[in-house]
């Protein structure tokens, strides 16, 4: 029987940041909480856990809710949680926030255009090239190299450009998450609902939008 707590994820996703080295596990975050979870096996490992405590470093505002996170796949031991204007650099084999951080958007992804600078609400990692990712804010996007803060595309509506999403996903993305498996496919979260997207392919798999309920277990109890 799911606590109230873990039903709270089946309601919406904030964020999800894989471990190192593109492993099984990742954490989800909701408001206050995470889940540690098994992306191969679909299990919790551990929690509903606070934020607050159990990852150093973060500031107090950070384990408030975490808006957007993103694994540095050119530099597998990093990771980047955003919170409002500002983000912080998370080592994941250290398993703190590097110090020095949080720092605003603004200063440390200057390419970004300035509506991206008040807040992310999530990122991709691209499906080959290790130094590029999309963020998306409200109802935009943008493609992003990462290595050398550089913006490629963008900002574009994700209306258009994401074939067979659904109109409410392309009004706001809440949160992205990997396949464990094929790099190709990634899963795209709004409210209570989620979608499997091949970047390959470009375009939604069919099926979808799915209840998070019937497809990540852990989360139904």
């Known amino acids: 029987m799911a606590t109230d707590v873990q039903e709270s994820f089946n309601r919406r996703i904030d964020a999800v940041l894989r471990s190192k080295d593109e492993g099984p596990i990742a954490w989800f975050f909701k408001d206050t909480q995470y889940v540690r979870y098994n992306l191969k096996d679909d299990k919790g490992v551990s929690g509903p856990k606070p934020v607050a405590g159990n990852w150093p470093g973060l500031p107090d505002s950070f384990t408030r809710g975490v ?12 990771g980047y949680l955003f ?9 994941l084999t250290a398993d703190r926030a590097d110090s020095g951080y949080p720092k605003s958007i603004a200063e440390g992804w200057s390419a970004l255009p300035a509506a991206f600078h008040l807040g992310i609400d999530a990122a991709a990692n691209h499906q080959s090239d290790p130094e590029v990712v999309w963020f998306f804010k409200d109802d935009q996007y943008v493609r992003y190299n990462v290595a050398s803060d550089k913006l490629l595309a963008g900002p574009k509506p994700i209306a258009g450009n994401w074939p067979g999403l659904p109109d409410s996903f392309a009004r706001r993305v809440d949160a992205v998450a990997p396949h464990v498996t094929d790099p190709n496919k990634i899963y795209l979260f709004k409210d209570d609902q989620y979608v499997r997207f091949d970047l390959a392919a470009d375009r939604a798999d069919e099926g979808y939008p799915k209840p998070i309920r019937s497809g990540w277990s852990f989360f139904a109890g």
């Not at 957007?68 to 530099?75: K, P, Q």
């Open 67 to 78: 808006d957007a996170a993103l694994n540095r796949r050119d530099r597998p031991d990093v």
């Open 83 to 91: 919170k409002d204007d500002q983000y912080v650099r998370y080592d």
